[in-house]
């Protein structure tokens, strides 16, 4: 069975500085889609990255990038110039096979973002 | 736009209290999930469907069924809610297995709260 682990429950971090969620995974698979996923008070899941197993490049997103580390098994969430915005729970999730044409997301157990202004 | 669609935001239920909770999408997407997500906690897959073929995860207790009528709609059913079920609910859905980013799109999801 897969594993994410995230770190760090909770973080606080200064407006306009950037940040990194922590996120690791264990997997026996080869092949793998990690995401990340921002959900606010509302309680809505935003997608907002995706790396897959075999990307080369690290996965960017306007203000979000993903520090992808194969050997490490790492996928650390990089938002730079945070913004007021961007506090809420921040969950890592891989893909996870189950058998033949059948999957499903593995969470972490999350990170509270807070930006102070 | 569009979208996953949760029905109702808020529910409140009493204990024993049979009750379902509507998801619906205009993605056209083949597949719809179901997850609980309690306070605090990373959301947990209960089952979903693929077109319409039922997969249920072996921990979801029996309490908890689904039923998926047409490809744009999907309901949660709680035939005894416990005051341990009350969590918020969330209905994702995606388009298919196989691709590589097979990005699951969520609903807002519906906030269940059993006296």
């Known amino acids: 069975a897969q594993k994410i682990t995230q770190t760090q429950p909770g973080m606080f971090v200064q407006e306009k500085e950037a940040v990194t969620l922590d996120c690791t995974y264990d997997?026996?698979?080869?092949?793998?889609?990690l995401f990340w996923y921002k959900q606010p008070s509302s309680g809505e899941m935003i997608f907002l990255i995706y790396q897959g197993s075999y990307d080369e490049q690290n996965a960017t997103e306007g203000r979000y990038s993903l520090n992808f580390q194969k050997a490490r098994k790492s996928a650390n969430l990089v938002i730079s110039a945070s913004q007021l915005g961007d506090s809420a729970m921040y969950f890592c999730a891989m893909r996870e096979p189950l058998s033949l044409g059948n999957e499903k997301l593995t969470f972490g157990t999350g990170t509270r973002l807070t930006i102070i202004p | 736009d569009a979208m996953v669609i949760q029905n109702p935001r808020y529910q409140v239920t009493q204990f024993g209290k049979p009750v379902t909770l509507s998801c619906s999408q205009t993605l056209n997407h083949n597949v719809m999930y179901w997850y609980q997500q309690k306070s605090s906690q990373a959301p947990k897959l209960l089952f979903h469907?693929?077109?319409?073929?039922?997969?249920n995860e072996a921990d979801t207790p029996d309490n908890f069924q689904s039923r998926r009528p047409n490809t744009s709609f999907c309901f949660l059913d709680i035939r005894s809610p416990g005051l341990g079920d009350a969590a918020m609910y969330l209905c994702?859905?995606?388009?298919?297995?196989?691709?590589?980013?097979?990005?699951?799109?969520f609903g807002p999801g519906t906030r269940l709260t059993v006296l």
């Open positions: 469907y693929y077109d319409k073929d039922f997969n």
């Open positions: 994702a859905t995606s388009r298919d297995w196989g691709t590589l980013l097979n990005e699951q799109f």
């Open positions: 997997t026996s698979d080869q092949s793998y889609g």
